[in-house]
């Protein structure tokens, strides 16, 4: 059974910081992997997704690297800003599905002035 | 990017009660969307595939006549909570997988916010 972790639950850094959010998984046998933002009492909105054969990703300030054989995902945040506080989750698809979604835990994001 | 709508954002229902709430897919057609639920600092947690034209098929534990799902057309998807607990008081969001996305990449739709009083 595919299991999702995230590391760490919660984050605070002063805005203009560069961080890393983690993700892990435990079936390697994956079809992509994404990477979503949640605003508190708000859905879901679409960061990144990386297909299984590739090794990262980048849009504008953020950049998710995949290393499917350690089972590992990383979100890269550069130049952190206010506005980037939020809920951020990682999401594989479960085991023998392309398209059913097992999430992690998520990371807490706060960015301070 | 492909955009899914729900209606409503927040509903309060009392117990006994059914609630619908809709999934739409806006400018986009899909075969498939999903069902997820989300307690108060959990993750989501998936329910159910919603199928167009087929039944829905239900995850281990999912009561399938608690919560009915009806995929009536390409940009529709219906989720009944029928006679609603106050157990059932979530955040219920729905999924769907734009043709155009490259590898199976999911749209989220703002979720819906159900309190059973």
């Known amino acids: 059974k595919q299991e999702v972790t995230q590391i760490p639950a919660a984050l605070s850094v002063p805005e203009g910081e560069n961080l890393v959010l983690n993700c892990s998984f435990t079936?390697?046998?994956?079809?992509?992997l994404q990477w979503f933002r949640q605003d508190p009492g708000k859905g879901l909105t679409s960061l990144l997704l990386?297909?299984?054969?590739?090794r990262e990703q980048t849009s504008g300030r953020l950049n998710a690297s995949l290393d499917k054989s350690s089972g590992r995902s990383t979100l890269y945040i550069a130049a952190s800003q206010p506005g980037d506080s939020a809920t951020y989750l990682c999401?594989?698809?479960?085991?023998?599905?392309?398209?059913?979604?097992?999430f992690g835990t998520g990371t807490r994001l706060q960015v301070t002035l | 990017g492909a955009v899914v709508s729900q209606h409503p954002s927040r509903v309060i229902c009392k117990s006994g009660t059914s609630v619908k709430i809709e999934c739409r897919s806006l400018?986009?057609?899909?075969?498939?969307m999903f069902w997820y639920r989300q307690f108060p600092k959990k993750s989501l947690m998936l329910m159910a595939t919603?199928?167009?034209?087929?039944?829905?098929?239900?995850e281990q534990g999912v009561e399938k006549d608690k919560f009915l799902i009806n995929h009536a057309s390409l940009t529709l998807s219906t989720l009944t909570v029928t006679s609603a607990h106050p157990e059932d008081s979530s955040f219920y969001i729905c999924?769907?997988?734009?043709?155009?996305?490259?590898?199976?990449?999911?749209?989220f739709g703002p979720g819906t916010r159900l309190t059973v009083t």
């Open positions: 999924s769907a997988r734009s043709p155009s996305g490259v590898g199976y990449e999911q749209y």
């Open positions: 079936d390697s046998a994956i079809y992509n």
């Open positions: 990386i297909q299984s054969s590739q």
């Open positions: 999401a594989v698809p479960i085991t023998g599905t392309a398209s059913k979604l097992t």
């Open positions: 400018d986009f057609q899909a075969t498939t």
């Open positions: 919603s199928n167009e034209g087929s039944k829905a098929t239900y």
